[in-house]
């Protein structure tokens, strides 16, 4: 397999940071990966696995190995009168991949659409939109010990999903225990699909929009649509301004913590969880402290989403990762002098 080496990295981030890579590695298939692994100069250690590159801010030039995902193929495994059984590489496009089911007939995975980044990133970060997150459409995925090379294949149980999180974001402890955290990529996920199909419609931009056209009773390809049209007025397209996505994780408080917030702030968006908690929007609390729109350096907050931070750089000045965590922990020191909660970025730093 051939390593370039002192790659440019500025077209694999989402936000366009200028930063290199002392090597980097295309891995295309199962085979390629493992015959990297066997090489005698193979270190786990030493390795940064890149998929889209979606959630990410590299903060400078990268010493490390990188592990370009590139591995494709999208299937049927399996349909019964429950359901379809899906399968994606996980260098497919996320997007891309949702789109692709819907056009089979294969509803479930509308409401995240035009998520960016890739398929095998989306377990990683638990991704989701709109009322529905990727393990509740999850069924299993395989991937290899970038240690031992051997492979194996996880079910939803042992990945320990939650708000943007799972076993993969997590190192082994010391004393031991259950991290996958730079010991594992990712190389293929399935998805469970179920029938008979039932719109997720629970949220207020998606009740104006069955307001807006009438349609009470959408079908899977509706709401797709109102889901695109929905993230792209609110969103920046990475392709004309660089961006990670949604930069702070929503965060989740008591009830009476969130009465307390309402008690100073009535307009404060909240919702009820399940479990009893209150998730708060965390693009109402930067806007609410008066960050839209302001630049720090070549790092700015997007004027119509609070909760995304853009690249306002330009090719003589690129915007760099240690502006963008300049402008990121001045937001968090503003939400939390007026809010007393402390915003969680959901990128990896790198």
Known sequence: MLVEKNVALQPFNTFGIAARAARLARIRSELELEALIRHPDWRADDVLVLGGGSNLVLTGDVKRLVLKVEILGRRLVQETDKGYLVEAGAGESWHQFVAWT????WPGLENMALIPGTVGASPVQNIGAYGVELQDRFHSLDAMDLETGAPFSLEAAQCGFGYRDSVFKHVPPAGGGYGLAGRALITRVRFWLPK??????GYLDLERK?????ISVPTAQQVFDWICAIRRAKLPDP?????????????????EQCADIIGRDPKVVHYPMPDGSIKLAAGW???????????VGHAGVYDKQALVLVNRGDAEHPCTGGEVMTLARAIQTSV???????LEPEPVVV
């Open 196 to 201: 008979p199909w039932r719109p997720v419609l």
């Open 102 to 105: 819907l056009t089979q007939g």
């Open 210 to 214: 069955m307001a807006e056209t009438g």
């Open 336 to 342: 939390y002098e007026r809010f007393g909660i402390r």
């Open 239 to 255: 392709a004309q301004i660089g961006n990670a996505g949604s930069f702070f994780k929503n965060p989740t408080v008591t009830p």
């Open 285 to 295: 609390l930067i806007d609410a402290c008066g960050w839209k729109g302001k630049t």
